[in-house]
């Protein structure tokens, strides 16, 4: 290799050095430092708290005086009360009261008139017994204009913008009530087919 090559790679390496040197010291300081001003999350709030444990009776009535009312008896397994004592589909119930839990409380509107949301004669009114041996009492007014949830009030408290997709699941069991299914005497029984 000759003297001038040589004397271009040392120039080229430290002009390099140099370039790398200025280039680190002069930069921004990285984001870390720099404090985030996120917008803090909304608590999520539910409408019963876990303290009260498993509800063990649910009465659900409508304005037009409709009820179903449901008891978890010996075993755990549910019975209907009304609209007729019997035993009940342990799966839809199951269903059902599962959402007991996931009710979200999306909204506190304390300065709303219960008037203006149906909260002055309920559309329904729900009574459920938990386990711990609390006793709560919903009522559901209107739904929300956005259709996503239902206007409320927990044992007469303030007004409440509840879920709609967990109430509807419990609404369920009034227009339907979980009876056990039967077999319809009215339907031809399909006899087995000989080989």
Avoid: C
Avoid at 60 to 86: D, Q, T
Avoid at 164 to 179: H, I, Q, S, T, W
């Amino acid at each position: 290799m000759n003297r001038s090559m040589v004397t271009y790679i040392l120039l080229f390496l430290a002009l390099a050095i140099a370039g790398t040197y200025y280039y680190l010291n002069n930069r921004e300081e990285p984001a870390a430092d720099i404090a985030l001003t996120l917008e803090p999350q909304p608590e999520v709030s539910y409408l019963f708290n876990p303290e009260d444990g498993t509800p063990t009776r649910i009465h659900i009535e409508s304005k037009a005086g409709e009820a179903v009312e449901l008891e978890r008896g010996a075993g755990n397994a549910w019975a209907l009360i009304l609209p007729a004592k019997v035993a009940a589909d342990q799966g839809t119930v199951e269903a059902a009261v599962s959402q007991i839990s996931v009710i979200q409380v999306t909204n506190r509107l304390p300065e709303l008139s219960p008037q203006d949301v149906g909260l002055d004669a309920p559309d329904y009114i729900m009574k459920l017994k938990f386990t711990s041996g609390m006793e709560r009492i919903v009522e559901l007014g209107v739904v929300t204009p956005t259709e996503n949830g239902y206007y409320a009030r927990l044992d007469g408290g303030e007004t409440l913008i509840v879920t709609r997709y967990a109430m509807d699941a419990l609404l369920e069991l009034l227009n339907n009530p979980p009876y056990i299914p039967t077999e319809d005497p009215l339907l031809p029984t399909l006899e087995p087919v000989a080989p």
